[in-house]
């Protein structure tokens, strides 16, 4: 509070609009197998589109049905975290780029002289012999152009390097010779040609022999000529020491692998290098067969160098979809940046190189104007991280609570996520399952949905059995409000794969409580016709009938039935938690409204930590809860509630220890679950009255 001296007029802005925040109780964590993207992190899609262009589709190959199960729930939400397991198997895709020099010639400091006109005629094929004119290109280096004779190749610069072309041939000024003027074809590789005639007239009958061939070790060879073709380089990286570009996927995955479908479409990754001119480069990355991401890099420190642009690891990215390395001999090193384009590979630090100059030998080489070599090269080799044993594939689901950043289920450990749901689909594995659930109770963020696995239940008794550790897959009961179980399967059409599939039936659970939340409130029963009732399966794996459903949901067991009606359809009738003792706590809606409750108590009273002690606190933070449970009472999520925080709460020794309790005690509004009619027949002679 200001202190107020002098007279005058003050004002004092206070604060006391405190409401509820909005909490949204519709976002699913799913944990399952993909073919791309992030590993072990909770990643946020907002719609089945996005989750495929991070995911990919759908596929029988991948164990589980995590992706089956984020298409369907994101119909009915916006918000899924879905987190990609893998095992130890998991590989990039990758692919290594060919790096080579572009092919050159030499002008001779004593071409022409200061009064003599220069013209040049240049052919330049690309690396597969393709001509890059129809034409020879001819250019004039007119006579007084130069002052000097050294000053020779800065003309060469002036005159070609600003020319129209030098997308296709260009030239260059050695600066640390200042007798040397380079001409040089834009396209690098051994296949790369540049054709040089030199004339001293006009009509280009007299050739000058001022051209010099460049070895393959990028120095003046043989005698000077008017005319001449030189060829470019191939490094060679593998067996031979080399260099190249050695390029991975992002994530671990066979999605990224680049290739051709049957139909004839083109699918995965790959990186098309395009030529361009002086030292740049072209890299486009393709997704099937599309661009999704462009870079121009060179090997220069100009601010485009190859590994600055380009990723060098995940926590750097410039590009979504791959990182990159400069190999030589395919280990990675540290390159230095060149200074100039005619810089050769013991510049970059590469001291071994083997290259190939046109049609030449293989041989030790350290060439000129070096360039990755112009293709597209399909990333290949990518494995998805899967195993044969579905056992396996559960185990790796369920991650490390202790590694940093956390992986498997633990990744939605984190308050920040907001998840209310979370399901392991297509896992009936009881250490996944056992540990989702416990996750959900120490967290107590979210509800954990199970179901027994496909194919291992053929009775009603036999799925009682295994929710009560009865069975072959199943040695421990299920018996925890923060867990509810589905069964049986349902049997839906596959849009990715065209067939009919056996559906886990935890992803329509969580779809409908998401649908629950759009048409009524969290607090609702997910269960019945009108909301519970499924509108894609076509099947279900057992069918059941009224004394099955009694025996699923009574004595003691909490299996909730998906239930085939006649004429209402494939529908969920029921709601239980997993609790096996009696209390309110043993119904879904009312495990969901409390873990609502929690967040937003907690949300909106973090605010009043470190206040004052006393009882001004005390009415706030009673003010706030009153609030937020009479907006609930209202929207028939309780019938009554009463909220204390005040010296009963608040004794001198919890007032000593800094904390502030405030008690509340409510009665969540219950499902009808059973209506029942009592019908009494009386006599003629009974009065009803009115």
């Known amino acids: 509070m200001p202190k107020i001296i002098s007279p005058g007029v003050y004002v004092i802005e206070k604060d006391v609009s405190d409401y509820g925040v909005a909490i949204d109780s519709s976002i699913v964590?799913?944990?399952?197998?993909?073919?791309?993207g992030p590993v072990n992190e909770a990643t946020l899609v907002t719609s089945p589109q996005?989750?495929?262009?991070?995911?990919?589709?759908?596929?029988?190959?991948?164990?589980g049905q995590g992706l089956e199960g984020a298409v369907e729930i994101l119909e009915a939400t916006n918000a899924v975290y879905f987190v990609r397991g893998v095992t130890e198997t998991a590989l990039q895709a990758s692919t290594v780029v060919p790096m080579g020099a572009c092919p050159a010639v030499i002008l001779s400091s004593n071409a022409f002289g200061v009064t003599q006109n220069l013209y040049l005629d240049v052919q330049v094929k690309d690396n597969n012999g393709v001509s890059k004119f129809l034409d020879s290109k001819q250019f004039n280096i007119p006579s007084g152009t130069v002052t000097t004779s050294g000053s020779q190749g800065q003309a060469l610069v002036k005159v070609i390097g600003n020319g129209l072309d030098q997308s296709h041939v260009g030239a260059i000024y050695d600066t640390a010779n200042s007798a040397s003027g380079y001409i040089f074809g834009s396209y690098a590789g051994s296949g790369a040609t540049i054709t040089v005639t030199a004339y001293s007239n006009s009509t280009r009958t007299t050739g000058v022999s001022a051209l010099y061939a460049l070895d393959i070790?990028?120095?003046?060879t043989g005698a000077a000529a008017s005319s001449l073709t030189a060829s470019g380089t191939t490094l060679f990286s593998g067996n031979s020491s080399g260099l190249s570009y050695l390029v991975k996927s992002l994530y671990p995955g066979a999605g990224y692998n680049g290739g051709t479908k049957g139909d004839?479409?083109?699918?995965?990754?790959?990186?098309?290098?395009?030529?361009?001119?002086?030292?740049?480069?072209?890299?486009e990355v393709n997704e099937d067969g599309a661009a999704v991401e462009y870079f121009k890099p060179n090997l220069l420190g100009s601010g485009a160098f190859i590994e600055d642009v380009i990723n060098v690891g995940t926590d750097n990215a410039k590009s979504d979809v791959i990182l990159g390395y400069l190999v030589s001999s395919m280990s990675d090193f540290a390159p230095t940046k060149l200074t100039s384009f005619t810089g050769k590979p013991s510049d970059l630090g590469v001291t071994t190189v083997w290259g190939k100059q046109g049609s030449g030998a293989v041989a030790a080489?350290?060439?000129?104007?070096?360039?990755?070599?112009?293709?597209?090269?399909?990333?290949?080799?990518?494995?998805?991280?899967?195993?044969?044993?579905?056992?396996?594939?559960?185990?790796y689901l369920i991650g490390d609570p202790t590694a940093s950043p956390k992986t498997g289920i633990y990744a939605l450990d984190d308050d920040t996520l907001n998840i209310s749901i979370?399901?392991?689909?297509?896992?009936?594995?009881?250490?996944?399952?056992?540990?989702?659930?416990?996750?959900?109770?120490?967290?107590?963020?979210?509800?954990?949905?199970?179901?027994?696995?496909?194919?291992?239940?053929?009775?009603?008794?036999?799925?009682?059995?295994?929710?009560?550790?009865?069975s072959e897959t199943r040695t421990a009961a299920i018996n925890s409000s923060y867990g509810a179980i589905y069964f049986p399967w349902v049997r839906v059409f596959s849009v990715f794969d065209?067939?009919?599939k056996w559906m886990d039936p935890t992803i329509y659970a969580a779809r409908q409580m998401c649908y629950t939340d759009s048409v009524a409130e969290a607090w609702f029963a997910p269960a019945g016709f009108a909301r519970g009732r499924l509108t894609k399966p076509n099947d279900v794996e057992i069918v059941l009938n009224q004394g099955d459903r009694d025996s699923l949901y009574s004595g003691g067991n909490a299996i909730n039935p998906i239930v085939e009606f006649p004429q209402q359809g494939i529908t969920i009738f029921g709601q239980r938690t997993a609790q096996r003792a009696p209390t309110a706590l043993d119904r879904i809606n009312v495990r969901r409204l409390l873990i609502l409750l929690r967040k937003t108590l907690l949300a909106s009273t973090q605010r009043f930590a470190f206040e004052p002690n006393d009882v001004i606190t005390w009415d706030n933070i009673k003010t706030a809860a009153e609030t937020i449970l009479d907006d609930i009472r209202r929207r028939r999520g309780i019938t009554d509630f009463k909220v204390v925080c005040d010296e009963t709460t608040n004794t001198p020794a919890r007032i000593d220890r800094s904390e502030v309790w405030c008690k509340i005690i409510l009665?969540?509004?219950?499902?009808?679950?059973?209506?029942v009619f009592e019908i009494n027949v009386t006599s003629n002679s009974a009065k009803l009255g009115s």
């Open 498 to 500: 065209g067939v009919d």
């Open 365 to 395: 080489a350290n060439p000129r104007f070096l360039k990755l070599i112009e293709g597209t090269y399909n990333l290949a080799a990518g494995t998805n991280g899967t195993s044969n044993n579905n056992d396996t594939n559960a185990q």
């Open 29 to 36: 964590g799913i944990v399952g197998y993909a073919s791309k």
């Open 50 to 63: 996005n989750l495929i262009n991070i995911f990919g589709k759908p596929s029988s190959d991948l164990p």
């Open 667 to 675: 009665i969540p509004t219950k499902a009808a679950e059973a209506i």
């Open 422 to 470: 979370a399901i392991a689909p297509g896992f009936g594995n009881q250490n996944l399952q056992n540990a989702l659930v416990t996750l959900a109770e120490q967290s107590q963020n979210f509800i954990a949905l199970v179901a027994p696995p496909y194919g291992s239940i053929d009775t009603v008794q036999e799925a009682i059995d295994w929710h009560n550790g009865q």
């Open 217 to 220: 070790n990028g120095a003046p």
């Open 264 to 283: 004839g479409s083109v699918s995965g990754n790959s990186v098309e290098i395009t030529n361009l001119g002086f030292a740049n480069t072209s890299f």
